[in-house]
């Protein structure tokens, strides 16, 4: 996975699978737009959220080309569609490798934030099994939700 602050307010995220490609389960490409419960076949997260605060939002990414973006208000609590423009999605893959890169276009209030990223995957596979990948998770069940897995921290674009 790799993270890049873009030009104009943007993020630039790539996600990428090495392994038995064939075996996972990839919804049809569809037209790309806002849709829930992408969390029910495989797709990627991203949460981000302040250092110090309770709200965080919440952005999910389908092979498909659909997408989803919600602001929470604490853990779990307080969910609202997120307003924002559209992420670019684009794929590729091959017997070894999968790659998506997603662009996006931060909403203001995210742009000149320092944040606390979370990183996730839900990977089902052609037989149903769905496993959960995260760069880090809160000890017990997958939780991508929880403080623990904001992993990683991107500091604010300097005004230089």
């Known amino acids: ?11 630039r995220v790539k996600f ?3 392994g038995l490609i064939n075996q996972i389960h990839f919804s049809q490409i569809a037209q790309p737009e806002r849709m829930d419960e992408l969390w029910k076949d495989t797709c ?7 250092p110090d605060q309770g709200g965080y939002f919440e952005y999910n990414f389908a092979p498909s080309g659909q997408w989803a973006a919600y602001a929470f208000t ?13 992420p ?7 017997e070894k490798i999968f790659e998506m890169t997603v662009n996006l276009d931060l909403p203001e209030s995210m742009r000149d934030m320092d944040a606390m ?6 990977i089902a596979d052609n037989d149903g099994r769905t496993s959960y990948w995260a760069l880090a998770h809160p000890p017990g ?8 897995c ?4 991107l500091e604010a674009r300097s005004a230089a």
């Open 74 to 86: 604490g853990y779990r609590q307080g969910m609202t569609e997120l307003s924002c423009a559209p």
């Open 44 to 50: 990627f997260e991203m949460f981000w959220g302040g």
């Open 117 to 122: 990223l979370g990183f996730s995957a839900v």
């Open 141 to 148: 069940r997958p939780d991508f939700h929880h403080k623990d």
């Open 16 to 18: 990428t699978l090495h």
């Open 1 to 11: 996975m790799q993270v890049n602050r873009a030009e104009g307010g943007g993020l």
């Open 150 to 153: 904001f992993a990683l921290q």
């Open 88 to 94: 670019c999605i684009d794929c590729s893959k091959d």
